[in-house]
């Protein structure tokens, strides 16, 4: 099993719906991710979250919103889609702290969730 | 802010040579991480290869490769042997060393074609 796992894989909504985007992961980090990927854009945060009770704006929030239910859990909304939301979802997960232990900081992805809004 | 260039957005291989991809980014910082992340078709991102500034090695994974040069402030992956699942989107990404530091920063992307 995937050690960040994203559902939907694939939706295909209406513009103005409500959409949720889940995220769950096994690797035990503290710090969770939500980037969009467009073509020719590269990936672009959205949100962030250092702990259940820490959530942070990326550089693209404006229509996105989250929740971060337990630590392993962080879900991404869309609370009325438009189509200029369409694009590659990806949760992440790190460290909490990439200078300690070895770490690096690296992100550990989840396999995208991919959006389209009509 | 950070900032990462990637200036070739499309790139070719013949199958057994070898492709290097630029990647050049801006910062004021002393420390910090680059990474290679790799997406193919089944858009997965894997890292391939990461850097740590402070370490002047090149880092070596397999048959990826990095050069680089801070004082450039350059970061270039190099495939050698290039083999048909090479073929992907690579992306170039900063971030800052510390624990404070959160966000990795991406390029845009280079997509690489192998040729058979």
């Known amino acids: 099993d995937a050690d960040v796992t994203q559902t939907p894989r694939n939706r295909i909504t209406k513009t103005g719906k409500r959409i949720m985007l889940e995220c769950s992961q096994t690797?035990?980090?503290?710090?969770m991710y939500w980037y969009r990927q467009d073509p020719g854009l590269g990936l672009r945060l959205i949100y962030y979250?250092?702990?259940?009770?820490?959530?942070n704006k990326g550089e693209i929030s404006d229509g996105y919103s989250v929740s971060r239910q337990a630590q392993a859990k962080f879900s991404l909304s869309l609370e009325s889609a438009i189509p200029n939301q369409t694009a590659l979802y990806f949760c992440?997960?790190?460290?909490?702290?990439?200078?300690?232990?070895?770490?690096?900081?690296?992100?550990?992805f989840g396999e995208g969730s991919r959006l389209t809004v009509l | 802010a950070q900032t990462v260039t990637q200036s070739q957005p499309e790139m070719s291989v013949q199958e057994a040579e070898t492709v290097t991809l630029s990647c050049t980014y801006d910062?004021?910082?002393?420390?910090?991480?680059l990474f290679w992340y790799k997406q193919p078709p089944s858009r997965q991102m894997i890292l391939v290869i990461r850097?740590?500034?402070?370490?002047?090695q090149n880092a070596t994974e397999n048959r990826f490769s990095v050069n680089f040069q801070k004082a450039a402030k350059s970061f270039s992956l190099k495939i050698s042997d290039s083999q048909l699942g090479d073929a992907a989107m690579y992306f170039c990404?900063?971030?800052?060393?510390?624990?404070?530091?959160?966000?990795?920063?991406f390029g845009k992307g280079t997509k690489l074609s192998v040729i058979p």
């Open positions: 990404a900063y971030r800052t060393a510390g624990a404070g530091s959160y966000q990795l920063t």
């Open positions: 992440a997960t790190s460290e909490i702290n990439p200078g300690l232990a070895g770490g690096t900081g690296e992100l550990f």
């Open positions: 979250s250092f702990d259940v009770k820490d959530i």
């Open positions: 690797k035990g980090h503290d710090r």
């Open positions: 850097q740590e500034a402070y370490k002047q």
């Open positions: 910062t004021s910082e002393s420390d910090y991480y």
